[in-house]
Protein backbone atom coordinates (compact mmCIF):
# COMPACT_ATOMS: atom_id res chain seq x y z
CA UNK A 1 0.00 0.00 0.00
CA UNK A 2 1.21 3.60 -0.95
CA UNK A 3 1.13 6.10 2.30
CA UNK A 4 -0.29 9.03 1.59
CA UNK A 5 -3.19 8.19 -1.28
CA UNK A 6 -6.63 6.78 -0.52
CA UNK A 7 -8.39 4.88 -2.89
CA UNK A 8 -10.80 6.93 -4.48
CA UNK A 9 -14.64 5.84 -2.90
CA UNK A 10 -16.06 3.36 -5.28
CA UNK A 11 -19.08 5.03 -7.20
CA UNK A 12 -21.99 2.28 -6.76
CA UNK A 13 -23.14 1.05 -10.75
CA UNK A 14 -26.20 2.57 -11.97
CA UNK A 15 -29.34 0.48 -11.65
CA UNK A 16 -30.00 -1.42 -14.98
CA UNK A 17 -32.12 0.15 -17.10
CA UNK A 18 -35.83 -1.41 -17.74
CA UNK A 19 -36.92 -2.23 -21.39
CA UNK A 20 -38.81 0.53 -23.17
CA UNK A 21 -42.51 -0.51 -23.55
CA UNK A 22 -42.67 1.31 -26.32
CA UNK A 23 -39.84 -0.15 -28.56
CA UNK A 24 -42.20 -3.07 -29.06
CA UNK A 25 -44.72 -1.38 -31.20
CA UNK A 26 -41.82 0.87 -33.04
CA UNK A 27 -39.44 -2.32 -33.78
CA UNK A 28 -43.30 -3.87 -34.86
CA UNK A 29 -44.43 -0.83 -37.02
CA UNK A 30 -40.94 -0.89 -38.42
CA UNK A 31 -41.33 -4.68 -39.53
CA UNK A 32 -44.69 -4.02 -40.88
CA UNK A 33 -43.51 -1.45 -43.33
CA UNK A 34 -40.41 -3.55 -43.92
CA UNK A 35 -42.16 -6.09 -44.61
CA UNK A 36 -44.61 -4.43 -47.15
CA UNK A 37 -42.41 -2.72 -48.81
CA UNK A 38 -40.33 -5.83 -49.26
CA UNK A 39 -44.15 -7.87 -50.48
CA UNK A 40 -44.02 -4.54 -52.96
CA UNK A 41 -40.66 -5.68 -54.19
CA UNK A 42 -41.71 -9.04 -54.65
CA UNK A 43 -44.61 -8.31 -56.23
CA UNK A 44 -42.93 -6.20 -59.05
CA UNK A 45 -39.96 -8.23 -59.33
CA UNK A 46 -41.41 -10.71 -62.15
CA UNK A 47 -42.48 -7.89 -64.56
CA UNK A 48 -38.91 -6.70 -63.99
CA UNK A 49 -37.22 -9.96 -64.76
CA UNK A 50 -39.55 -11.03 -68.26
CA UNK A 51 -39.12 -6.97 -69.06
CA UNK A 52 -35.38 -7.08 -68.79
CA UNK A 53 -35.20 -10.48 -70.16
CA UNK A 54 -37.83 -9.06 -72.98
CA UNK A 55 -34.59 -6.20 -73.45
CA UNK A 56 -31.54 -7.78 -72.84
CA UNK A 57 -29.97 -7.67 -76.48
CA UNK A 58 -31.85 -4.35 -77.30
CA UNK A 59 -29.46 -1.33 -78.03
CA UNK A 60 -28.88 1.64 -75.25
CA UNK A 61 -31.97 3.93 -75.69
CA UNK A 62 -34.39 1.72 -77.23
CA UNK A 63 -37.50 1.41 -76.35
CA UNK A 64 -37.19 -1.80 -74.60
CA UNK A 65 -34.71 -0.48 -72.81
CA UNK A 66 -35.85 2.05 -71.61
CA UNK A 67 -38.76 0.15 -70.16
CA UNK A 68 -36.62 -2.06 -68.86
CA UNK A 69 -34.78 0.62 -66.86
CA UNK A 70 -37.95 1.65 -65.77
CA UNK A 71 -39.05 -1.58 -64.01
CA UNK A 72 -35.59 -2.00 -62.47
CA UNK A 73 -35.48 1.99 -61.20
CA UNK A 74 -39.60 1.04 -59.65
CA UNK A 75 -37.86 -2.19 -57.84
CA UNK A 76 -34.85 0.28 -56.58
CA UNK A 77 -37.89 1.96 -55.41
CA UNK A 78 -39.61 -0.60 -53.21
CA UNK A 79 -35.72 -1.81 -51.76
CA UNK A 80 -35.89 1.79 -50.67
CA UNK A 81 -38.35 1.69 -48.43
CA UNK A 82 -36.91 -1.38 -46.65
CA UNK A 83 -33.91 0.84 -46.69
CA UNK A 84 -35.67 3.55 -44.80
CA UNK A 85 -36.87 1.28 -42.06
CA UNK A 86 -34.18 -0.26 -41.50
CA UNK A 87 -32.37 3.19 -40.87
CA UNK A 88 -34.72 3.82 -38.78
CA UNK A 89 -33.87 1.05 -36.95
CA UNK A 90 -30.28 1.97 -37.16
CA UNK A 91 -30.91 5.45 -35.36
CA UNK A 92 -32.45 2.74 -32.60
CA UNK A 93 -29.56 0.74 -32.48
CA UNK A 94 -27.32 3.77 -31.97
CA UNK A 95 -29.08 5.46 -29.33
CA UNK A 96 -29.58 2.11 -27.10
CA UNK A 97 -25.72 1.75 -27.67
CA UNK A 98 -25.10 5.79 -26.62
CA UNK A 99 -27.23 5.05 -23.58
CA UNK A 100 -25.62 1.59 -22.76
CA UNK A 101 -21.93 2.02 -23.33
CA UNK A 102 -20.11 -0.28 -21.09
CA UNK A 103 -22.54 -3.35 -22.38
CA UNK A 104 -25.87 -3.89 -24.29
CA UNK A 105 -28.81 -2.69 -22.60
CA UNK A 106 -32.24 -4.65 -22.09
CA UNK A 107 -33.64 -3.48 -25.45
CA UNK A 108 -30.33 -4.38 -27.36
CA UNK A 109 -31.14 -7.80 -28.60
CA UNK A 110 -34.92 -6.79 -29.57
CA UNK A 111 -32.88 -3.77 -31.78
CA UNK A 112 -30.59 -6.59 -32.79
CA UNK A 113 -32.89 -8.98 -34.02
CA UNK A 114 -35.09 -6.23 -35.99
CA UNK A 115 -32.10 -4.95 -37.67
CA UNK A 116 -30.93 -8.59 -38.85
CA UNK A 117 -34.61 -9.02 -40.77
CA UNK A 118 -34.16 -5.79 -42.26
CA UNK A 119 -30.78 -6.41 -43.60
CA UNK A 120 -31.25 -9.56 -44.67
CA UNK A 121 -34.50 -8.40 -46.95
CA UNK A 122 -32.23 -5.64 -47.99
CA UNK A 123 -29.44 -8.07 -49.17
CA UNK A 124 -31.98 -10.27 -50.94
CA UNK A 125 -33.32 -7.26 -52.76
CA UNK A 126 -29.79 -5.83 -53.75
CA UNK A 127 -28.74 -9.22 -54.72
CA UNK A 128 -31.73 -9.69 -57.39
CA UNK A 129 -31.13 -6.28 -58.57
CA UNK A 130 -27.40 -6.56 -58.72
CA UNK A 131 -28.65 -9.60 -61.17
CA UNK A 132 -30.88 -7.84 -62.99
CA UNK A 133 -28.95 -4.45 -63.29
CA UNK A 134 -26.22 -6.81 -65.10
CA UNK A 135 -28.47 -8.46 -67.85
CA UNK A 136 -29.16 -4.26 -68.97
CA UNK A 137 -26.26 -3.47 -71.48
CA UNK A 138 -25.16 -0.22 -71.02
Known sequence: RVRGLSAAPRQPSPPPASPDRDLDSRLAGLMS????????????????????????????????????????????????????ALAESDSLHVADSVANPAQPGPDSARIAAAREQMLALVAQEDAVLQRLGSRLPG
Request: charged share 25%; net charge neutral.
Open 33 to 84: RANIAHSRFLARQGQAERTIAAAARSAVGSEAWSVAEIALAELDSARSDVAI
